[in-house]
């Protein structure tokens, strides 16, 4: 059985902004299935979710949240403390420019916009997948690229690495997470196999359970 403590990991960061920029309300773009958000809306006066996906919609709905159910960018009435889009920013990198604006634009004067995103990663995933496949993964870095050019034209970008795990039991089960992950084609993939099982089994056991990490990147910017 595979667990994560990926959503403990993102609240207690997000909590952490919260107090120190006394965060009273917020805006949360892409808000998921009301797990995270629930414990979110608990830490400040005003929240507002925003989610596309029906089912998520309705979770929230049940939760008693304040829903906005459209897909981002969308109108919005107000202005917010704390501006969040948590791994919500769009794929593809020419919608990028209108999101971004359109979040920046919610953020009150003096209040902060977070992003949490995988691009830009600098832990296991890149490292195994330069030593595994000799590559990184270009498109990537080229939308990490683009969001961060995007970003310092509203102020200075503040980044913050911060790790999640997933654990099990079963050490296979974290391979084939870890190697869905790395990437490469079916024969790439059998190339590596032997020695990422061994990195598992002798480095990534932690408290009786196998592992293995994902790095998000926390975006932060200041609206002076």
């Known amino acids: 059985m595979i667990l994560s403590n990926q959503k403990e990991v993102l609240f207690e960061q997000i909590r952490e902004y919260i107090e120190k920029y006394n965060v009273l309300s917020l805006l949360d773009i892409g808000a998921g299935d009301g797990v995270l958000a629930k414990r979110l809306a608990e830490k400040v006066k005003d929240y507002t979710a925003v989610e596309e996906k029906e089912g998520n919609i309705q979770k929230l709905k049940k939760l008693g949240l304040v829903v906005v159910p459209r897909l981002f960018p969308c109108e919005i009435n107000g202005e917010f403390d ?3 889009s948590c791994h919500s920013i769009p794929e593809q990198g020419d919608l990028y420019l209108p999101f971004l604006k359109k979040a920046w634009g919610l953020v009150k004067e003096g209040g902060i916009f977070l992003v949490v ?73 059998a190339k590596y196999k032997d020695k990422l099982d061994k990195l598992i089994l002798s480095a990534h056991k932690e408290n009786g359970k196998y592992f293995f990490p994902f790095e998000h990147l926390f975006i932060l910017v200041e609206k002076k």
């Open 117 to 189: 995103t995988f691009k830009g990663g600098e832990g296991d995933i890149v490292q195994l997948r330069e030593g595994f496949l000799k590559r990184l993964e270009p498109v990537d870095k080229e939308l990490f690229d683009e969001v961060m050019g995007i970003l310092k034209q509203f102020g200075t970008p503040i980044i913050k690495r911060v790790k999640s795990k997933f654990f099990s039991n079963d050490s296979k089960e974290i391979v084939e997470i870890a190697s869905n992950s790395i990437g490469g084609s079916p024969e790439e993939k």
């Open 82 to 84: 704390m501006v969040l």
